[in-house]
C-alpha cells in the first residue's frame, strides 16, 4: 500500500524559515517524479517545483531561489527547504507523485496515470508578519 504523508509545516513569522518532509512508502520514488504543490484558501492550486526522476528540478518563479527541493537518497524522503517566507507563502502543502507547474522556462508536467497518481493529505505552512 503506498502511502504519501507531508510534515514539517507550522507558523513562522516573515522572513522565517521552515523544512518540509515528505516521506512515500510502498512507491519506487526513485524511478519517478515527486512534486511539491500548495494550496491556499480561496485560491486555485499551484505547482510549487518538482524533482524529476533525471535529476532535474523545476520551481515556480514566486519560489526561485527561496525554496529547495531535494531527494533523500534510498529512503523514499523529499524535503522542500523554504526560506525568506512571505505572507503569500501561507498555505496547506503537498507532495505528490506527479508534477505541474509553470516554471521560468514554460510549463513542466509529469504524470504517470491514475493508478500512479498519490497525494499527501498536507501539511499547514503559515506566515505571519
Known amino acids: 500500500q503506498v502511502q504519501v504523508v507531508e510534515s514539517g509545516g507550522g507558523s513562522v513569522q516573515v522572513g522565517g524559515s521552515l523544512k518540509l518532509s515528505c516521506v512515500v512508502s510502498?512507491?519506487?520514488?526513485?524511478?519517478?517524479?515527486i512534486g511539491w504543490f500548495r494550496q491556499a484558501p480561496g485560491k486555485e492550486q499551484e505547482g510549487v517545483s518538482c524533482?524529476?526522476?533525471?535529476?532535474?528540478?523545476y520551481y515556480a518563479p514566486t519560489v526561485q531561489g527561496r525554496f529547495t527541493i531535494s531527494r533523500a537518497n534510498g529512503n523514499g524522503t523529499v524535503y522542500l527547504e523554504m526560506s525568506n517566507l512571505k505572507s503569500e507563502d501561507t498555505a496547506v502543502y503537498y507532495c505528490?507523485?506527479?508534477?505541474?507547474?509553470?516554471?521560468?522556462?514554460?510549463?513542466?508536467?509529469?504524470?504517470?496515470?491514475?493508478?500512479?497518481?498519490?497525494w499527501g493529505k498536507g501539511t499547514q505552512v503559515s506566515v505571519s508578519q
Open positions: 505528490a507523485t506527479q508534477c505541474g507547474l509553470r516554471h521560468s522556462g514554460g510549463y513542466y508536467t509529469r504524470y504517470y496515470g491514475t493508478q500512479l497518481d498519490y
Open positions: 510502498g512507491f519506487p520514488l526513485e524511478n519517478y517524479a
Open positions: 524533482l524529476d526522476d533525471e535529476g532535474a528540478i
